[in-house]
Structure formats: C-alpha cells, structure tokens
C-alpha cells in the first residue's frame, strides 16, 4: 500500500502532461470523428469511458509495490502466452489480422495489455542475470522474448511485434549487455530482414506476413508505386501528406479540416491523428504536441534515475521504450518517413486497449516514482 507520506515524491510534472494529452486526445479526436459514424459523438464518450476502465487500472497498479510482482512473473509470463494464443484461437479478424477478443459488445485487444505485462515479467527475468556479455548470456533472453513475439507474429501483426521488439532492446541495454554484443545482434536482424525480403521478392519465398502488410512497408519509399497510381495501399500516405501540408503554420482550425471532415484519409481517428493535428491546428498545434511527448519521455527517465532499484529502471525504461517508438513510428508514418504499420499514438489515438495499456504504464510509472525513498519515520 501506499504510505500516505510517500505522495510527496509525487512528480505532479508528468501528471499534468499526461492530463493534458488526454484532454487534448479528446479534443482532436472529437474533430476527426464529427463525421465518422451515425452518432457524431459516440467515439469520444467510448474513449472517454476507457479512460475512466484505465484510470482506476492505473490507481490498483499504483496500489502495490512494484517489486512483489517479481514474486508473480513467472505466472504473468505464462498468462502471457496463454492470453495471445486464445486469440489464435478464439480471436475475431479484423482487416486482415487475428488480433481480437470479444465478448459481446465489447472487444479488447490482448496484445496491447500483454506489453505492460511484458515490461513486467522480463525485467524481473534480466534481473536475475547477472551480466550478459556472450551469445550463450544471450539465449535464454532470446527465447524468452521469442515466445510472445512468435504467437504475436502468427495473428500476424507486425507494428506490435515491432515495439516488442523495441521495449526488448531498451531494456536488454540498460540490463547491461555489452555494447558490442548488442550491435552485432542488431546487424544480424537486419541482415535476416533483408535476406527476407529479397528471398520474397526475388525468388517468391513465403513471409509471415499478408500481403496487404508487404505493400504498407514497400510505398513509403514511394506512395504512388502502389500498382493503382497512389489509389491503393499508398492512398493513406498521400492523404496525410496533403493533410499536414494544407494545414500550414496556424491550422485550418478544429473541425474544419478539409481532408479530415470529408473522409479523404482513412483511419484518422486511430493511425492517422496525427495527421488531424497537422490540418486543423497546423505547425504549431503539432510542434505542441510534440514537445509534450518530449516532457513525457524527459519527466520518465527523471523517474527512472531517481528510481530506488535496477528492478525500478528496467520497468521505466520498457515503458519509456514503448511509448517512443509509438510515438517516432506513429507521427512517421503520418508524415510518409516511416512505413505504414497501424500502431497507435499513445493518449491521443482512439482506441479502448491501447488507452488501457497506456495507462496502466502511467501507474507502473507513478508507482516506482513514489516509492523511490524508504520512509523512514
């Protein structure tokens, strides 16, 4: 439980960014689905709602010390697995991926919560290694992650694998693997990756992936090589393109965006926000929210250097990792840099499971940052 005298270490900072980002989430969000469904605000009362379910998630996390969940991580890793095959074998398809759990009207998407839990039950695994400094250090951390990013990969669903990925990599650094080691892993990836893709394209060898996802990742080096002129699985780039660009330096102004209120861009309550932000309230609505991310992120890795254990830093560097890469793959992607992969942006794209997620990582935050100093009186 939380010591009443702990509140003080509360970093009120980073809450007020992440209220911010919520208020201005459902700000924008009200703009790009005025004229998304029959009920022009039934997006953001759900939102709303996931807020409130990821609110009080946040307040049970923040509830309970932080280390005695490494009493639990090897019954979290095992919900884990248990939680992402149920959905290859329970789950609903959705545009083209085996990524949801419903129960009648509501629908969660289990790989979203599994990254918290991730965060969790590898920093308790990389804990108990005491350094990892050659291949054979580097194995058994290898099958652990692989495990979930396998049956992640089977739905198949490539941006989460990808921030799998990315949350593996920030922590296995912290943990301490050497440096040399860890670039040598990097070059091997992409040495894989590229024979991959040049074995598929080349000689018509298989991916573990649809090919509607194949597409998505090839036209950000060109949207209008889509095979249909920039009208196929380049239309989205495009559009956000002349979306961000319309808005010039103030905006069009919120619920006046052209491309946005006339549907031109799919998806632009969900992968493309940012693209609303970028027509509606232009360079300087969106350089704001960029630099809210940054006070997000700055405000974290303070958390982390206070924290009062490695256990602590492992837990806010993952969460910090995840965050990051949605945010740098998101906004990429939005403005044609990065491929197209249906990641969200975190506390501003809609979406129960991923505002759930996020979340519940504010509260593992605010958990380690509160309890950074024993009280001693």
């Known amino acids: 439980m939380i010591n009443l005298k702990s509140i003080r270490n509360l970093d009120y900072a980073f809450v007020g960014v992440v209220a911010l980002l919520l208020t201005l989430g459902l700000l924008v969000l009200s703009s790009a689905t005025l004229n998304v469904g029959i009920e022009p605000w039934s997006y953001v009362k759900r939102q709303l709602l996931w807020i409130l379910i990821g609110l009080a998630a946040a307040g049970m996390v923040m509830l309970i010390d932080y280390n005695s969940f490494q009493q639990y991580s090897r019954w979290l890793y095992g919900f884990n697995l248990l939680f992402l095959f149920s959905v290859l074998v329970l789950g609903q398809t959705i545009k083209g991926g085996q990524q949801w759990l419903r129960w009648g009207g509501l629908g969660i998407q289990p790989s979203e919560i599994v990254k918290i839990l991730l965060i969790v039950t590898l ?6 290694r005491e350094r990892i400094e050659t291949w054979r250090d580097l194995v058994p951390v290898g099958l652990y992650i692989g495990a979930p990013l396998l049956l992640i990969m089977l739905q198949p669903d490539l941006g989460t694998a990808l921030v799998y990925i990315a949350i593996s990599l920030g922590m296995v650094y912290v943990a301490g693997i050497r440096t040399g080691l860890l670039l040598k892993v990097l070059a091997g990836v992409a040495l894989v990756v590229a024979v991959a893709m040049i074995g598929h394209f080349k000689f018509g060898l298989p991916l573990p992936l649809e090919e509607y996802q194949l597409k998505r990742l090839i036209v950000f080096i060109d949207p209008y090589m889509d095979g249909r002129g920039g009208r196929g699985a380049g239309w989205h780039v495009i559009q956000s393109l002349i979306a961000i660009g319309s808005g010039g330096f103030w905006g069009k102004g919120l619920f006046r965006g052209t491309q946005i209120q006339g549907n031109f861009l799919p998806e632009h309550h969900t992968d493309f926000i ?17 630099f809210l991310y940054f006070l997000l992120l700055y405000r974290a890795l303070r958390i982390a250097q206070n924290a009062r254990d490695k256990y602590g830093i492992l837990l806010v560097v993952g969460i910090v990792s995840m965050w990051g890469f949605h945010i740098f793959e998101n906004i990429g992607m939005a403005m044609g840099i990065m491929p197209v992969t249906g990641i969200p942006l975190p506390f501003l794209s809609y979406g129960g499971s991923a505002m759930l997620a996020n979340l519940m990582g504010v509260g593992l935050l605010l958990n380690i940052n509160l309890r950074r100093q024993r009280i001693l009186f």
């Open 123 to 128: 920093g308790s695994f990389l804990l108990q």
């Open 274 to 290: 940012f693209s609303v932000v970028g027509e509606e309230m232009g360079f300087i609505g969106a350089a704001g929210i960029l």
